[in-house]
Structure formats: C-alpha cells, structure tokens
C-alpha cells in the first residue's frame, strides 16, 4: 500500500532496514514480508477506497444499496496496519484471479502469503453472491510452483483447489460452545493462552468448523474437530488453516495474536508493531465558538494559567501526551465571517470574559514542554451556513442560537441534511493551513466537533479528510484508503484513546479543573503517546527489494511520518522457528554499529531505527 502525500510524491525519505546473510543458501527460504488479502463482496466501495467498520445504525444515510456485515475483512485491514504488516487487496467480486496478482516483473513473488478471506459456493446455481467466474487453481500454481504461503480463515475453504492446498476436506459447520484448545506446542501457538478463546464471560456459542484431515497437523481442536491445522510443502510454502466464528473470531487477543504468529511462521519473519500499554488521552474545543453561544455548552475559554497549573505541570509529571483537537477559527457574529481564533479578549453576551490571546499562550507553553500534541478538530465547530433560513446570524442567545446543530460543521443536523464535499474539504484545508499559522505544527489527525458527519459517498467526511491529507481520523486515513471506525481499542492492535478528565473538553477543565489529575490514578502504568506517533507507525512502508539477501526496507514518508524526523523509532522482528535456527549466532548492527552479539532469533528482537527521514542500515551478520 502507497502512502505518499501529495505535498512529496516527488520525494521519498526512506529508512532502510537490511539483514544481509553471506549464506546463499538461504536465498529460497527468503520472502517477500507483503501479504496478499483475497475477499470476496465486503468492501462496500465499488471504486475501493473508503472501508467501513461501523454499524448500520452509525451511519443513517449510508451510500450502499445493500448492507453486508464485512467486518471480517475491516477488522483484518485494521489489525494489519497497526502492526505495519504491508498488504495487498484482491476482490473477486470486481478482479480475476491470475498469477500475476502473486509474481512481479521479473517473474518472482511479490507476496510471501496468501491470507483467503473470501465466501466462495461450489454450487454455480447457489451462489450467495455474484462474483466473476474464478480459477481457484491459480492458488495451487502460487502454492506449489513459486512457494508462496497460504492461510485460510473459517469456513473460507469450500473450494477444491483450497481444501488440496490446505490437505483437509470441508464437512460443514454447527454451533458449539466447546472452547479452542491446542493440543500441542507449534511455534503459531506458543505461550498463548489455553483456550485461546477464554473470557471471564460463560462459553459464546460459535460455530465450529468440521474437516477430514487428508495431509494436514492439527494443532487447535474444538473437542475433537481439528480448528487449526499447518502444513509444509515442498516448494517451501507452508499452509495454515485457521477455524472460527468469522464474525467473531478476532474479538479475541489470542486469536489477534494466533493469526500475526501465522503470518510469521508462513513468510518465515515479520516486523511488526504492537501497541500495549499504550494510550492517547484528547480534550476537544480549545478555539472553538459554541462555548461563548451556545447556552448548554457555555464556559469561559481555558487562560495560559490554568493550563499551567492543572494541564502542564501534571502531564510533565507523569511523562504524558495530551492530545489538544483545537477549532482555529472563531465565528465573529458582529462582522458576519470567521476570524483567526485567539485573536481578541472579549465579553460574549451572556457576560463572560472571554480570553482567547491567553488560552493561545497556554496552548504553546503547552507545545514547547513537549505535553501537547495540536490536532484539527475542523475549523470553526460550527455550520458553515449560518445565514439561510432558520438563521443563526443575529438570532436570539436564548431561543435559535440555542439549537445545538448549529455547532456542527460537517453534518447539518439543525437542517438534516449533508455539507457539500467542496465545502468541507476547503474548511479541513483551511483548518491545516491556520494551525499551521497559529502554532506552526502541521495537524495528522482530525476530528470533527460533535461528531457531525455527513455520510453519502460524495460527501463522506472520513473520505474527504483523506484527500486533505490527514493521517488518522478515528480509523486509518491515507492515499491507498479510508477506514470508517476503528477497533482493538487498548489491546495489542491499537492504543486506548481515553477522554481528558472529566469531560474531554477544556470545558471540564474551566469547571472541574482538579478532577485532571484522576487520570493517572485510574491508569496507573499507561504510556500516554501522541497521534503524530501511531500515525507514523501506520504509515510506514515496509518491503523486500531482493529475494537474494535478507534485506527490508522502510520507508518514512515526510508527511504522514513527520514524528520520526526527530523521534526513534522501534519495531519487533519476530522470525520462525524454521528460519531462526538457520540464522541463530548471528551479530545485529545498526548503522555499522553492532548492537546485538549472538543473537538468539527464537526470541523477538527489539530493532531501534535513530531519528530521521534519512537511511538507516541494520544488518544481521554471519560470521
């Protein structure tokens, strides 16, 4: 996946990660760290672009005709960007399955593993789904003639040409509520919880998966039905087959983990992120113009002192991050337009000093110690036509002006009715370019005020903050696509976001300011991170340029990856046991430095990149 910014397609500041082995023999046991992901009708978007994760009932004007579930395929997109796993996707409602979807140019894979999430029917006159005519066959060629990795997820294995590749033959599915247990050590499995679906809830009916073993180990069994199974090819592939609820299955940490340990073992490395223990804590509203209008959301804006004593010094403290989503344009009602915000100290008219110079003084005293991180929470948090009819400009404090819909700027919800898709990218731009002037930083992620949204296709927010450049939004932002929702929250998979005490918004603060400091008691051990950080993490690229040599690289695009112009950055290399013991002894460097003698790859290795967009060498040496 591509993640260029428009500001730099003409450049590229890479990181270069290369593990560089004097053995040529382990030429063939090298490939390429990209996955394929194979899925069948679960993107929504016919063009391919913006990806839904969230329920019907969160998007009430949807732009599809139908609704399908595919929260199996989002919850994959999101699991393997936040480990930084490079993917590719095919859709076989719109794409024809050729090996050239698995190879290069110069005839190579350019995938080390398949992952096959698709529903297929064997029966033509039976199909739940209309899909172009496919040759499943084609997986066996990837398989078994260029040595490329499958797994398979659940009941996606009604195919023939699947069930040979995996050596199992699909019998059908029932419910059950028997737990997921293995039934011996495998390197997919190991030190993971056994079961591997246990909750402190009672048992969850789910669905068990019946195969006949042909050429297959079983490894997990539900009862006595094998629901994960391994096998090793001669062309150096190796399968996986991994059983489950599909609507449910990654609901559960080790399955999250189960599957990444698979993606391991099949391309024989990974290196990955993960995200425990992690956290970003926001405060919505500085700049914006409700709290000085709107009768229910009314308080004085936060002064530079307040901020110091109950916001800065606490998170200096703790070593914490607060994430400030600032509004930076204020809606002047006398002149009739928007103005730079924090510009005036004023009375608003229900008699309430108003000081925005000193709330700006605390925001970059704030920036400067290292504890805020500025983020785009649109521009003004209100509609962008306040003069049609019923009208806000001019309106009575107490009756019209009272209406909370007022105060959201890209859904309509005092009209029901949509922003224009020109109108809200030029107030997400504008947004960009007058933080930028105000605080010189470059917001990464957005954030709408009151979660107003407008949800048609044309005028789909989370789809037009991508293409203003935003990073993040609540899900993954970015030129290869749009994640509508997020998930895995405080797990593994995604960092916890967390609302500022006790409100989430500076409007807390200027009435409880002393409840801040509960956050610290709540999360005790949390690392409180900023945006810019995940952003760059998720946006990094990571490849194998040559088959020859073990050499990755990755590349940290100067936009989305600004972080790490001034920042370290640290990833997991995790590689299988198949490959480690072909490799253990050998020395790790870092820029020709050596920083690990002897290492033991049965273990994860903690790799730190130094700061900067320029190249880094790290080497895995044989002596």
């Given at each position: 996946m591509k993640c260029f910014s428009s500001k730099a397609a003409f450049v590229i500041a890479m990181t270069i990660f290369s593990v560089t082995l004097s053995a040529s023999s382990l030429a063939d046991d090298i490939k390429p760290c990209r996955?394929?992901?194979?899925?069948?009708?679960?993107?929504?978007?016919?063009a391919g672009f913006l990806i839904n994760h969230t329920d019907q009932q969160d998007r009430p004007n949807t732009y599809i005709s139908e609704q399908r579930t595919g929260r199996d395929f989002s919850s994959l997109v999101i699991m393997l960007k936040s480990w930084g796993i490079p993917f590719n996707i095919i859709r076989l409602d719109q794409e024809f399955?050729?090996?050239?979807?698995?190879?290069?140019?110069?005839?190579?894979?350019?995938?080390g593993c398949i992952i096959f999430d698709a529903p297929t029917s064997t029966d033509p006159g039976n199909t739940i789904f209309d899909l172009p005519p496919q040759k499943y066959e084609v997986l066996q060629q990837a398989v078994n003639e260029y040595g490329i990795s499958l797994i398979a997820l659940a009941d996606r294995i009604n195919q023939p040409a699947i069930q040979q590749i995996l050596g199992i033959k699909y019998q059908g599915e029932v419910d059950s509520t028997e737990p997921l247990r293995?039934?011996?050590?495998?390197?997919?499995?190991?030190?993971?919880?056994?079961?591997?679906d246990n909750t402190y809830d009672p048992a969850a009916e789910k669905k068990k998966v019946h195969v006949e073993l042909t050429d297959a180990k079983p490894i997990v069994n539900q009862g006595k039905y094998p629901q994960l199974t391994v096998r090793e090819l001669p062309s150096g592939a190796r399968t996986v087959w991994i059983a489950g609820d599909i609507d449910n299955m990654f609901s559960y940490q080790s399955y999250r983990t189960l599957l990444r340990r698979a993606i391991t073992w099949s391309t024989g490395?990974?290196?990955?992120?993960?995200?425990?223990?992690?956290?970003?804590?926001?405060?919505?509203d500085p700049g914006g113009a409700q709290g000085a209008w709107l009768e229910s959301w009314h308080y004085p804006t936060l002064t530079e002192e307040q901020m110091d004593k109950y916001l800065i010094k606490p998170l200096e403290q703790h070593n914490a991050i607060l994430i400030m989503n600032v509004n930076p344009g204020f809606v002047n009602d006398e002149l009739r337009k928007t103005e730079?915000?924090?510009?005036?100290?004023?009375?608003?008219?229900?008699?309430?000093?108003?000081?925005?110079?000193?709330?700006?003084?605390?925001?970059?005293k704030g920036l400067e110690a290292g504890v805020f991180e500025i983020q785009s929470h649109g521009l003004t948090h209100m509609q962008p036509d306040l003069w049609s009819p019923p009208t806000w400009f001019g309106s009575d404090l107490h009756t019209e002006r009272a209406h909370v819909g007022w105060y959201r700027e890209f859904g309509d919800t005092r009209r029901n009715r949509e922003i224009p898709a020109a109108e809200a990218l030029w107030r997400m731009k504008t947004s960009i370019t007058w933080l930028e002037h105000l605080f010189g930083i470059t917001p990464l992620s957005f954030r709408p005020g009151g979660s107003g949204l407008s949800y048609s296709y044309h005028n789909n927010t989370q789809r037009l903050a991508a293409l203003a450049g935003f990073g993040f939004a609540q899900g993954y932002l970015g030129p290869d696509m749009a994640v509508m929702g997020w998930d895995f929250w405080g797990t593994d998979e995604s960092p916890l976001m967390v609302g500022a005490p006790p409100d989430a918004h500076d409007k807390g603060i200027a009435e409880y300011p002393e409840r801040f400091v509960n956050i610290f008691e709540r999360y005790p051990d949390m690392q409180w991170m900023g945006l810019n950080e995940y952003i760059a993490y998720i946006h990094a690229m990571i490849s194998l340029p040559d088959q020859k040599v073990f050499a990755l690289q990755v590349k940290y695009d100067p936009h989305y990856c600004m972080y790490f112009k001034e920042h370290r950055s640290h990833w997991n290399l995790l590689v299988a046991d198949w490959l480690a013991e072909k490799i253990n002894g050998a020395s790790v460097t870092v820029d020709g430095t050596t920083v690990i003698n002897n290492a033991d790859f049965s273990k994860k290795l903690k790799i730190e990149i130094p700061a900067g967009l320029g190249t880094h060498d790290i080497r895995i040496v044989q002596k």
């Open positions: 996955v394929a992901l194979i899925i069948a009708d679960q993107w929504d978007d016919p399955m050729d090996i050239n979807r698995f190879i290069g140019p110069d005839g190579k894979p350019d995938v293995y039934s011996q050590e495998h390197f997919i499995t190991r030190r993971l919880p056994n079961p591997l490395y990974t290196l990955f992120k993960t995200w425990e223990n992690k956290a970003w804590m926001t405060m919505d730079l915000a924090f510009q005036r100290k004023l009375t608003d008219e229900f008699g309430t000093i108003q000081d925005h110079p000193s709330t700006k003084r605390g925001l970059i």
